[in-house]
């Protein structure tokens, strides 16, 4: 395992005993709500201290953007994109989909990816040029090739309505064209779901980098393909992703982009 990853496993693991110790007392947790239907938890904060620390302490000079704290460190060849709780909204309700998902930006491109399963101690790791793996054991995206019996993940926009027309559009007509939709509120695992092909596509719109900046490596490696909404890569930056196995994917795109706002290009 390359030692940056070895890094950022370590960091992974940390979080997620936190959050496995805190899930067995959620009504003495502190929630804030930080915009409509957006929460942090002093969970997410304790998570995402443990894993700054484990990385400051490895790699002091190393940027990091993370969804509590922000952007930190100076501007330079690595920058570590970290979620310490991706699905924060089920582990307040004690809805055991959520996970811990760090990735490591060279010259920001994404090199190294963990997404960490607390619950079911999954351990989802990738290095560019690498493969994908899951406990250590390769993944690749699934075989399937006909829409119809594809299974498709997404997310609903929770945050910002600005979209939900174009939204359930999207979804009307892939939810009638293939075996089924699955949404189940963490983005990070999602993608790892897709890498270990347990879905065959995803799509999401109104991300941030660090709920996808792992995951998006993870389904690349496990042979997959990830783009935004004009099937370019400018994913991470816009937001909006589309992901699938590259029979499915080419299905679903299309599918997408007729549906997408006017004023979404990306």
Known sequence: MHPMLNIAVKAARRAGNIINRASTDLAHIKIESKSANDYVTEVDRAAEAAIIDVL???YPGHAILAEESGGTGPEGEYQWIIDPLDGTTNFIHGFTQYAVSIALAKNGVVDQAVVFDPVANDLYTASRGGGAFLNERRIRVSKRTRMNEALVGTGFPFREFDHID??????R???????GIRRPGSAALDLAY???GRYDAFWEMGLKPWDMAAGALLVQEAGGLVSDLGGESAFLASGNVVAGTPKIFGQLLPIIQRHKPAAVTA
């Open 56 to 58: 400051r302490d490895a």
């Open 166 to 171: 174009a939204y359930l559009a999207m979804f």
């Open 173 to 179: 007509e892939v939810a009638q064209k293939t075996a």
């Open 194 to 196: 897709l890498a270990a």
